[in-house]
T-cell receptor
Framework: KQEVTQIPAALSVPEGENLVLNCSFT??????LQWFRQDPGKGLTSLLL?????REQTSGRLNASLDKSSGRSTLYIAASQPGDSATYLC??????????FGTGTRLKVLA | GAVVSQHPSWVICKSGTSVKIECRSL??????MFWYRQFPKQSLMLMAT?????????EQGVEKDKFLINHASLTLSTLTVTSAHPEDSSFYIC????????????FGPGTRLTVL
């Protein structure tokens, strides 16, 4: 059974810092992995989608890497801003296309 | 990009009543839709997989008679919470799978259900 864990559970950093969010999964047989952002009381915003054959994806200040064999993904946020404050979720999809979500990292960027 | 909508965005109901939540794929056809629920400060948990024209597949521990799912067309799936109780209060999110060049899912904005 696939399990997805995110570390740290919460993170508070001053504005401008570069930071790394971690996601690990127990079953490496994944189809793809996706990082989402969720603001309080809101739905999900997809940030980056990495197919199983890919090693990384970049969008603006965000970079996500995938090491399928070790069951790990990282989300790198460069030059963090207060507007980046949110909960970040990673989710992995297996051959059945169901997404299993991680526990989330609550990020607060202080001005 | 592909858009998935949910209606209503929030609903408050009395205990014992039934509530229907709609999930629509606006600009693509979705043979498969998924329903998730999220309790406060917790992650999303998959409830069921909804396939157009067939019965939904429920995850372990989810009562199929309480959470009725209908996927009558390629653009609409509905989740009906029957005889709702306060413990059913949660954030319900659907996603729709698109099988284009990149097989992925698009998520709806969610529906917040509060049962009094």
């Amino acid at each position: 059974k696939q399990e997805v864990t995110q570390i740290p559970a919460a993170l508070s950093v001053p504005e401008g810092e570069n930071l790394v969010l971690n996601c690990s999964f127990t079953d490496s047989a994944i189809y793809n992995l996706q990082w989402f952002r969720q603001d309080p009381g809101k739905g999900l915003t997809s940030l980056l989608l990495i197919q199983s054959s890919q090693r990384e994806q970049t969008s603006g200040r965000l970079n996500a890497s995938l090491d399928k064999s070790s069951g790990r993904s990282t989300l790198y946020i460069a030059a963090s801003q207060p507007g980046d404050s949110a909960t970040y979720l990673c989710a992995v999809s297996s051959g059945t296309y169901k997404y299993i979500f991680g526990t989330g990292t609550r990020l607060k960027v202080l001005a | 990009g592909a858009v998935v909508s949910q209606h209503p965005s929030w609903v408050i109901c009395k205990s014992g009543t039934s509530v229907k939540i709609e999930c629509r794929s606006l600009d693509f056809q979705a043979t498969t839709m998924f329903w998730y629920r999220q309790f406060p400060k917790q992650s999303l948990m998959l409830m069921a997989t909804s396939n157009e024209g067939s019965k939904a597949t429920y995850e372990q521990g989810v009562e199929k008679d309480k959470f009725l799912i209908n996927h009558a067309s390629l653009t609409l799936s509905t989740l009906t919470v029957t005889s709702a109780h306060p413990e059913d209060s949660s954030f319900y999110i659907c996603s729709a799978r698109t099988s284009g060049s990149i097989d992925t899912q698009y998520f709806g904005p969610g529906t917040r259900l509060t049962v009094l």
